[in-house]
T-cell receptor
Framework: DVKVTQSSRYLVKRTGEKVFLECVQDMDHENMFWYRQDPGLGLRLIYFSYDVKMKEKGDIPEGYSVSREKKERFSLILESASTNQTSMYLC???????????FGPGTRLTVT | AQKVTQAQTEISVVEKEDVTLDCVYETRDTTYYLFWYKQPPSGELVFLIRRNSFDEQNEISGRYSWNFQKSTSSFNFTITASQVVDSAVYFCALSVAEYGNKLVFGAGTILRVKS
């Protein structure tokens, strides 16, 4: 069974704090993704990575950065959290041999 | 650019009714993949189906069926004899392999099944 885990289910941070969201997958997938989910907007891609140390911007990268030092781990960083970054964050991974992605349980981040 | 439209924001049905969730997609690529995901109240996205652009055969899996029509760029999802456990948010998504298998999602349809 593919497993994608995220470090926290719920997180509350203050405006201006640096926030780290961690994602780990155990299926040796090449691709990893960070999405943000907001009501009425579906899931929007923030960043993705197709290999270690490689990253590509998605549709809404502003205010975020990512790190992929190991194949199984993909971190999303909010350099200075703002209230408009309050959202559900979903990590996913996929293999280049097949399309489609497996998702983690999500992290609900609240920035106050 | 790729785009997925789920025009139905929310649907309410009574148990045992059939319900169809609509999905319309846009892409200029000839090779693409279409997906449906279910997101129950627990929040985790559950993969339901993947269909590639060269396979227009409809698919049935138990009470679930999918109708893929390239002529109308649609990939609709029907639940037969709905159950309360089907209550969830359903997302349609599109992937073009050339772009790293990124999934482009629709806004989602909230399905409420009442007993």
């Amino acid at each position: 069974d593919v497993k994608v885990t995220q470090s926290s289910r719920y997180l509350v941070k203050r405006t201006g704090e640096k926030v780290f969201l961690e994602c780990v997958q155990d299926m040796d997938h090449e691709n990893m993704f960070w999405y943000r989910q907001d009501p009425g907007l579906g899931l929007r891609l923030i960043y993705f990575s197709y290999d270690v140390k490689m990253k590509e911007k998605g549709d809404i990268p502003e205010g975020y950065s990512v790190s992929r030092e190991k194949k199984e781990r993909f971190s999303l960083i909010l350099e200075s959290a703002s209230t408009n970054q309050t959202s559900m964050y979903l990590c996913a991974s996929s293999s280049i041999a097949r399309t489609g992605a497996y998702f983690g349980p999500g992290t609900r981040l609240t920035v106050t | 650019a790729q785009k997925v439209t789920q025009a139905q924001t929310e649907i309410s049905v009574v148990e045992k009714e059939d319900v169809t969730l609509d999905c319309v997609y846009e892409t200029r690529d000839t090779t693409y993949y279409l997906f449906w995901y279910k997101q129950p109240p627990s929040g985790e996205l559950v993969f339901l189906i993947r269909r590639n652009s060269f396979d227009e055969q409809n698919e049935i899996s138990g009470r679930y069926s999918w109708n893929f029509q390239k002529s109308t760029s649609s990939f609709n999802f029907t639940i037969t004899a709905s159950q309360v456990v089907d209550s969830a948010v359903y997302f349609c998504a599109l992937s073009v392999a050339e772009y790293g298998n990124k999934l482009v999602f629709g806004a989602g349809t909230i399905l409420r099944v009442k007993s």
